[in-house]
């Protein structure tokens, strides 16, 4: 039976049927209406055809992430994670340069695919709704971006400027992991996206602020190799 056309898209591009069907099955599970593709052309054509809310690619084959994600982010902008059994670095970093917002190895675990999934859902819902809101919350962690201020489980958070600068990139970008770059070129510039060391500074002193166990974090998680994310 065809799902409801009401429900949101999501396309599947995958070159085997088999991976193909396990997304398909665990996504159809999540009220989502799945749309499938098994190359470069038919990801392309099934994305301008039906115009997906995400979309879940694995590269690998016919599938050329890189080239797929730079094509599609020349005038999509619904989320694409990335999934692919390719582990090292300069992969992750590349697909996310190109545009991705996420990157999972394979073999992936479906329920943690499934939940970041959901996390770049609620994060374009929230991208169309009530622009004006000057606020933005992810899970106890709020910031206030017309009075600027930063809030942990209601409790205001003093932070210097640079802080609140990376706070807020973080908290704009959550659930979407950020490479050392992006980050610097975000916050500092694009004199200093080489000075990783900075970075490690000012996350540590964002855990010590705002999660209850710094050695442990529950929000800014380290991506080794690549660079950060806060989790949404």
Same mark, same amino acid.
């Given at each position: 039976?065809?799902?409801?056309?009401?429900?949101?898209?999501?396309?599947?591009? !995958?070159?085997?049927?088999?991976?193909? =069907? #396990?997304?398909?099955?665990?996504?159809?599970? @999540?009220?989502?209406?799945?749309?499938?593709?098994?190359?470069?052309?038919?990801? +392309?054509? @099934?994305?301008?055809?039906?115009?997906? #809310?995400?979309?879940?690619?694995?590269?690998?084959?016919? &599938?050329?992430?890189?080239?797929?994600?730079?094509?599609?982010?020349?005038?999509?902008?619904?989320?694409?994670?990335?999934?692919?059994?390719?582990?090292?670095?300069? $992969?992750?970093?590349?697909?996310?340069?190109?545009?991705?917002? $996420?990157?999972?190895? =394979?073999?992936?675990?479906?329920?943690?695919?499934?939940?970041? *999934?959901? *996390?770049? +859902?609620?994060?374009?819902?929230?991208?169309?709704?009530?622009?004006?809101?000057?606020?933005? $919350?992810? %899970?106890? &962690?709020?910031? $206030?971006?017309? =009075?600027?201020?930063?809030?942990?489980?209601?409790?205001?958070?003093?932070?210097?400027?640079?802080?609140? =600068?990376?706070?807020?990139?973080?908290?704009?970008?959550? %659930?979407?992991?950020?490479?050392?770059?992006?980050?610097?070129?975000?916050?500092?510039?694009?004199?200093?996206?080489?000075?990783? @060391?900075? +970075?490690?500074?000012?996350? %540590?002193? +964002?855990? @010590?602020?705002?999660?209850?166990?710094? !050695?442990?974090p529950k929000y800014f998680l380290t991506e080794p190799g690549i660079g950060y994310r806060l989790r949404g």
């Amino acid at each position: 039976m065809t799902a409801p056309a009401a429900l949101p898209v999501i396309l599947v591009a !995958a070159p085997e049927p088999r991976t193909r =069907k #396990v997304l398909r099955t665990a996504l159809a599970g @999540q009220q989502m209406r799945v749309v499938e593709a098994a190359t470069g052309p038919e990801t +392309l054509s @099934q994305a301008e055809k039906y115009n997906p #809310v995400l979309m879940v690619i694995e590269a690998g084959g016919q &599938l050329d992430g890189v080239q797929l994600t730079t094509s599609l982010r020349e005038w999509s902008a619904a989320p694409i994670i990335i999934v692919s059994a390719l582990s090292e670095e300069h $992969d992750k970093v590349a697909v996310l340069d190109a545009g991705a917002n $996420d990157y999972v190895t =394979k073999p992936f675990v479906t329920s943690e695919l499934l939940a970041r *999934v959901r *996390v770049w +859902l609620r994060q374009s819902r929230s991208a169309e709704g009530d622009g004006a809101s000057s606020t933005l $919350d992810v %899970g106890d &962690l709020c910031i $206030d971006f017309e =009075k600027r201020l930063a809030f942990v489980s209601g409790r205001e958070v003093r932070l210097t400027p640079t802080q609140y =600068k990376l706070f807020g990139t973080m908290m704009r970008m959550a %659930g979407r992991v950020l490479t050392h770059e992006q980050i610097l070129f975000a916050v500092w510039g694009p004199a200093y996206t080489k000075e990783t @060391q900075y +970075l490690r500074v000012y996350i %540590g002193q +964002l855990r @010590q602020k705002f999660e209850k166990d710094p !050695a442990n974090p529950k929000y800014f998680l380290t991506e080794p190799g690549i660079g950060y994310r806060l989790r949404g």
